[in-house]
């Protein structure tokens, strides 16, 4: 069975699928987004996590277009995620209208705040004399009251941050989109967002760029004894735990070739937590977060912008 075939429920009744292809691509592979999505849809993926802020939307649109008057897929048969980044904390709507004209849909199935931070427009600057609660309230204004969006989350939350979410708003987001792999398992955050009702989303499931989490010898040895790839055991180590996961590839083999689910044991599950905790690393260690109260953000030692 392939991961891409699994599905979750999330705490407002909606499906999701538990695999979603990331699109944070690199700026200068753009051309080959649209391509990728297709190939994508023909390959049984089902879910496409985007956000306004990784540039891609425009060649996702096209994609999406070709593939509905094509017949590869229809629009209720996917599920599409996109994101308001801090530049545009006071602006929700605005933010989720401009994804919507570049997707060339009417509506996203998952709406996201992208970081519980606000930026001075433009930069990655924290403006402090906002509140990135303010734009929470926005995202539940707009599921409210327009029919743009399924469903709507976080990204980024840590315990503290949505400890504050629910004392002072009262939607309990459908996700929390944090970083989650066997080098950063994230136990305590896990168990507290499902204790709550929130569906874990695992991003940079391979360590980002280069896909440094495939080298790891634990991962292969599990490979082994699965008769899978390592990367099938990175994307099911997730799936097994009853979390999304969204790994990235422009590779056109790979999408084709597509992720085999994998029933990993409980046991084998607990060493890859386990090898997290002896060997913890964190890829996107956005400077910025810092101060968002994630216990072992200050180990960071690779230092991204952010995506
Ligand atoms: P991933 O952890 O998914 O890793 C992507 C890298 O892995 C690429 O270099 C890709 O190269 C490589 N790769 C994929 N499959 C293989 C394979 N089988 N063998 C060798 N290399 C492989 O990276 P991301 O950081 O992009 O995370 C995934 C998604 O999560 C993002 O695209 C985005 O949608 C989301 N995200 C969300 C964030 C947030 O703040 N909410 C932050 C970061 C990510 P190639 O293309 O050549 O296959």
Redesign the pocket.
């Known amino acids: 069975m392939k991961a891409t075939e699994v599905d979750f429920t999330l705490n407002d009744g909606n499906k999701i699928p538990a695999v979603g292809l990331?699109?944070?691509f690199p700026r200068e592979n753009q051309d080959l987004v649209t391509d990728c999505i297709i190939t994508a849809l023909k390959s049984g993926i089902r879910h496409i996590?985007?956000?306004w802020y990784y540039g891609s939307e425009p060649m996702i649109g096209v994609a999406l277009q070709k593939a509905f008057t094509e017949g590869i897929v229809k629009r209720e048969d996917i599920f599409i995620t996109t994101?308001v980044w801090p530049g545009r904390h006071d602006d929700a709507l605005g933010s989720l209208n401009d994804s919507l004209e570049f997707l060339q849909l009417d509506y996203v199935d998952l709406f996201l705040q992208?970081?519980p931070l606000c930026f001075i427009k433009d930069t990655f600057t924290v403006d402090e004399r906002f509140d990135p609660l303010d734009t929470w309230k926005e995202i539940i204004e707009i599921k409210k009251t327009t029919k743009k969006v399924k469903s709507i989350g976080v990204?980024?939350y840590s315990i503290r941050s949505l400890e504050r979410l629910f004392k002072e708003t009262d939607v309990i987001p459908a996700v929390n989109?944090v970083?989650l792999h066997p080098r950063l398992p994230q136990l305590e955050l896990v168990e507290f967002c499902r204790d709550h009702g929130i569906l874990m989303e695992a991003?940079?499931?391979?360590?980002?760029?280069?896909?440094p989490l495939?080298k790891i010898p634990l991962v292969n040895e599990l490979a082994e004894k699965y008769k899978a790839?390592a990367?099938d055991i990175l994307i099911s180590f997730h799936v097994c735990k009853g979390t999304v996961v969204?790994?990235?590839?422009?590779?056109l083999e790979?999408l084709k070739q597509g992720w085999e689910f994998v029933k990993i044991s409980n046991e084998d599950l607990a060493k890859l937590n386990e090898y997290g905790i002896a060997n913890h690393y964190r890829y996107?260690a956005a400077e910025f977060g810092i101060n968002l109260g994630f216990p072992d953000w200050n180990d960071s030692v690779d230092y991204h912008t952010?995506?």
């Not at 499931?205 to 896909?211: N, R, T």
């Open positions: 990331g699109t944070a996590d985007t956000a994101k992208h970081w990204s980024n989109q970083e991003f940079s499931p391979l360590g980002s760029g280069g896909a495939l790839t990367t969204l790994p990235r590839t422009q590779n790979r996107i952010g995506v």
